[in-house]
């Protein structure tokens, strides 16, 4: 979903989260993430290096965005835009 459109308060799919479609869902699926609140005080790194070994595929490093975007909204942080999180991830994991 849009980060504008996202309602805190009506968080039940993993698709009512900012950032995620039917194609992330699908992915949070596979790593064992079924609901918003699977992702709390989870690291994204892990769950982006589960994703990648559950998958047998090194996915494009914009899903830890992604991830980074998730855990830190679910952790109270305000719904973003995935790519505000891209010059972080660089900081943080460099490259992968």
């Known amino acids: 979903m849009h980060p504008d459109r996202v309602d805190r308060g009506q968080l039940k799919l993993l698709t009512d989260l900012p950032n995620v479609g ?3 869902a699908r992915d949070l699926e596979l790593i064992g993430v079924h609901r918003p609140h699977h992702l709390r005080s ?8 589960a994703l990648c070994v559950t998958s047998g595929t090194r996915h494009d490093p914009c899903v830890l965005d992604v991830f980074m975007s998730l855990t830190d909204f679910v952790d109270g942080g305000p719904p973003r835009p995935w790519w505000d999180y891209t010059a972080q991830r660089k900081l943080r ?4």
């Open 22 to 24: 039917p194609a992330i």
């Open 42 to 49: 989870r690291c994204p790194l892990e769950l982006y290096q």
């Open 93 to 96: 994991y460099g490259t992968l």
